[in-house]
């Protein structure tokens, strides 16, 4: 495949669907913030009114899984064992793809959007970004469930593969609840950022692991 066919190929696969996502993801924002939304407001102040000293510090744990020096770190080291253990780039580049294509979904949106964070206390210190959608959710499910499946697909039986979707699902799940037990995000936030997070990781996988050009 020609270089010019190579890159129209990653245009339509890869590029033009996260733009098209990049302008839902503002639609839906602007959604949100234009319509009240009163179910959000009181599951905050819910979980808010019944935090403890045990749940404030697990949630906090639970929030760093997704911290961006972290998540970094975490997918720069990936990428590097990926291509030393399989002696190519293929899996490394969807990694890379999946999560920083949610990243510069979030910040693309986020700010645009403007939603105010939950009226409740902060457990965090909040971000000068808006709270749609959750950046820490996308990214969790964009490098857990990424690794996830590059991992699933290595290994050979059906409970290693189902220990590995449990734990690349999880970690998403814990990070979600963790930012709304913590008032950073409305439900609407993190429901969209798992979204969002699951939409990079699909897009990345039919466009490098499974329509690459190389290997159609």
């Given at each position: 495949?020609?270089?010019?066919?190579?890159v129209?190929?990653?245009?339509?696969?890869?590029?033009?669907?996260?733009v098209?996502?990049?302008?839902?993801?503002?639609g839906?924002?602007?959604?949100?913030?234009?319509?009240?939304q009163p179910?959000?407001?009181?599951?905050s102040?819910g979980?808010?009114?019944?935090r403890?000293p045990?749940?404030?510090t697990?949630?906090?744990y639970?929030?760093s899984l997704?911290?961006t020096?972290?998540v970094?770190?975490?997918?720069?080291?990936?990428?590097?064992?990926?291509?030393?253990?399989?002696?190519?780039w293929?899996?490394s580049?969807?990694?890379?793809?999946?999560?920083?294509?949610?990243s510069?979904l979030?910040?693309a949106?986020?700010?645009?959007v403007?939603?105010?964070?939950p009226?409740?206390?902060?457990?965090?210190?909040a971000?000068?970004?808006?709270?749609?959608?959750?950046g820490h959710?996308?990214?969790?499910?964009?490098?857990?469930?990424?690794?996830a499946?590059?991992?699933?697909?290595h290994?050979r039986g059906?409970?290693?593969r189902v220990a590995?979707?449990?734990?690349?699902?999880?970690a998403p799940?814990i990070?979600?609840?963790?930012?709304?037990?913590?008032?950073?995000h409305?439900?609407?936030?993190?429901?969209?950022g798992l979204?969002?997070?699951?939409?990079?990781?699909v897009?990345a996988a039919?466009?490098?692991?499974r329509r690459?050009?190389?290997?159609?």
């Open positions: 495949m020609s270089r010019a066919e190579q129209r190929y990653y245009a339509l696969s890869l590029v033009l669907p996260l098209l996502m990049g302008a839902v993801t503002y839906m924002g602007l959604l949100v913030v234009g319509v009240p179910g959000d407001v009181a599951l102040k979980l808010a009114s019944i403890t045990p749940w404030n697990l949630t906090d639970g929030t997704s911290d020096p972290y970094v770190a975490f997918t720069a080291v990936a990428a590097i064992v990926f291509r030393l253990v399989l002696k190519r293929l899996e580049v969807f990694l890379i793809a999946a999560v920083w294509g949610q510069l979030f910040l949106t986020t700010e645009p403007g939603r105010s964070r009226p409740v206390p902060h457990l965090d210190p971000p000068p970004t808006s709270s749609f959608p959750s959710v996308s990214a969790a499910v964009a490098f857990y469930c990424g690794m499946l590059v991992l699933s697909t290994v059906r409970a290693p590995i979707w449990a734990v690349g699902v999880a799940l990070v979600a609840f963790s930012r709304l037990y913590r008032g950073m409305f439900f609407t936030d993190v429901t969209w979204l969002l997070g699951v939409f990079c990781v897009v039919r466009s490098i692991l690459s050009p190389d290997h159609p």
